[in-house]
């Protein structure tokens, strides 16, 4: 074997033994083409520096070392798998994502969380060889919806779309309703016409008018329904109904009843 010892150390080499190239004098074109393109380091979607992955070798349990680089995606600390491992337990996670809220018992329930999963080593033939999506529907349940593929995410996505359509349209109908409930709270007899009358609940009708209902054992000259004040501490409107009367048959007599007080009401008010 040739001596190759040399009792010098040459320029491009460091104590430690790295490669080190001396410095050149730099080409004008060359200085203005790196400005141009040069785009800086690359970062991610969060604008935070891309880290390039490191190789990280495992000890396997059934001997010898796997040698393996996390993609990029892989968020996991993979750190307890250094000391032993079989290769079909390593596995990549992503970042999870979820849907958080808070019950009115102030529990905190999350729902819809999902993160990209892989075991790369895998050989049960179940596809989790390849990056899948783990989505649970439930997120402190550990089930998941299986090895979701980009085909399958999609239609998940679309069932969440139409659910969410169905949300706002049920909204848009608590709106409605809402409104319907704060109009009833306002009712006064002198804003009511025959119309809301015979469309109105008879309970809203009722609360409107201040009305009361008594239920009677027989009613004088055959008399079904019978609106008049009752001195109860003080006078108060009421309605006196026999008891003998159906459900319908009651809701009808008070809307007629009621319908003659407004178009008399209607009517004082135009003489005015």
């Known amino acids: 074997m ?23 004098t730099p080409d004008p ?23 390039e992955k490191q190789p990280i070798t495992y000890t396997l349990r059934n001997g010898g070392v796997l040698v393996e680089t996390c993609p990029s995606w892989c968020v996991l600390d993979h750190a307890p798998d250094h ?51 783990a989505i649970r529907p439930e997120a402190s349940m550990g089930e998941a919806l299986g090895y979701s593929t980009p085909d399958d995410v999609e239609a998940e996505i679309r069932r969440t779309e139409a659910h969410l359509k169905a ?12 409104a319907e ?6 009712l006064r007899p002198e804003n009511l016409t025959v119309k809301d009358v015979r469309n109105l609940p008879v309970p809203v009708l009722l609360k409107a008018f201040g009305l009361k209902v008594f239920e009677v ?3 004088p000259n055959n008399t079904l329904v019978w609106l008049d004040r009752r001195e ?19 809701e009808t007599a008070v809307r007629e009843s009621l319908v003659l007080v407004v178009e008399t009401m209607a009517a004082k008010a135009a003489t005015k």
């Open 181 to 186: 409930y704060e109009r009833q709270q306002s």
């Open 29 to 51: 074109l060359e200085t203005v083409l790196r400005s141009a393109f040069d785009q800086g380091e690359p970062v991610d979607a969060e604008g935070n520096p891309v880290v």
């Open 83 to 133: 000391d032993a491992l079989y290769p079909e337990d390593l596995v990549h996670e992503g970042a999870e994502i979820e849907l958080p809220t808070t019950t009115i018992e102030g529990s905190r329930v999350s729902v819809l969380a999902a993160r990209i999963m892989q075991w790369p080593h895998s050989g049960d033939g179940s596809g989790a060889e390849v990056p899948y999506m």
């Open 232 to 250: 109860d501490g003080e006078w108060q409107p009421a309605f006196y109904i026999d008891r003998s009367l159906t459900q319908a048959s009651r």
């Open 167 to 178: 949300l706002r349209d049920m909204n848009a109908r608590l709106i409605k309703a809402r």
């Open 2 to 24: 040739p001596n190759t010892s040399r009792s010098t150390v040459p320029a491009s080499f460091k104590p430690s033994g790295g490669i080190v190239t001396p410095p050149a």
């Open 217 to 219: 054992e027989g009613m």
